[in-house]
């Protein structure tokens, strides 16, 4: 697609069920980037992937949260038995290379109750 | 203290005014990515710098690496302009480290 695609766009979960977000990035861009933006909040980076490996996944918030990337293409985002704290939007954006500018995907908000 | 920080925190202008909203940072960078948030949450990409000056239509972003500094200007500013603009850090020392600002609220009043 022309650009970054994100699903779903709307998440409303349990509390204690997982989740998986799906980012379909722009084809032909190999670095992938991962945010989320709890309500009222800045932008917190979650990770990268340079094509299909992350170099460091220490911006992750817990290890209830998982990501992988393959094929260099699309990447899932995991959350394990998910808590309220994780509401926020997850935001997906994708790029040629790291330190080019990099196009966002309309997000997906996740409400967990 | 705050490894960016943005100034001001919130903005209010006249249509046609020239808009200049900073961001600072204490860390070693190796790029400086200025976005825009839209009311409505989308994220735009305004620039990615790591020295001297972009210019994209209206918006001019600069950056000076020695003063650790970087300004965002928006000249004839336009009620569409209205958005959070947000600075954002690559890390010098760990690449894909990106450490963001915490936005300045930009409202352009007709």
């Known amino acids: 697609g022309a650009g970054v695609s994100q699903s779903p766009s709307n998440k409303v979960t349990e509390k204690g069920k997982d989740v998986e977000l799906r980012c379909d990035p722009i084809?032909?861009?190999?670095?992938l980037y991962w945010y989320r933006q709890s309500l009222g909040q800045g932008l917190e980076f979650l990770i990268y992937f340079q094509g299909n490996s992350a170099p460091d996944k220490s911006g992750l918030p817990s290890d209830r949260f998982s990501a992988e990337r393959t094929g260099g293409s699309v990447s899932t985002l995991t959350i394990q038995r998910t808590q309220q704290e994780d509401s926020a939007v997850y935001l997906c954006?994708?790029?040629?290379?790291?330190?080019?500018?990099?196009?966002f995907g309309s997000g997906t908000r996740l409400t967990v109750v | 203290k705050n490894e960016v920080e943005q100034s001001p925190q919130n903005l209010t202008a006249q249509e046609g005014e020239f808009i200049t909203i900073n961001c600072s940072y204490s860390?070693?960078?190796?790029?400086l990515h200025w976005l825009q948030q839209h009311p409505g949450g989308g994220i735009v990409s305004l620039f990615m710098?790591?020295?001297g000056k972009k210019k994209h239509g209206r918006l001019i972003a600069t950056i000076n690496i020695q003063e650790k500094h970087s300004s965002l200007h928006i000249t004839a500013s336009h009620p569409r302009d209205s958005a959070v603009y947000i600075c954002?850090?690559?890390?010098?020392?760990?690449?894909?480290?990106?450490?963001f600002g915490p936005g300045t609220s930009l409202s352009v009043i007709p």
């Open positions: 710098l790591s020295s």
């Open positions: 860390v070693g960078i190796s790029a």
């Open positions: 954006a994708s790029s040629f290379s790291h330190n080019y500018g990099y196009t």
């Open positions: 084809s032909g861009h190999t670095a």
């Open positions: 954002a850090v690559y890390s010098e020392t760990s690449y894909d480290k990106v450490i």
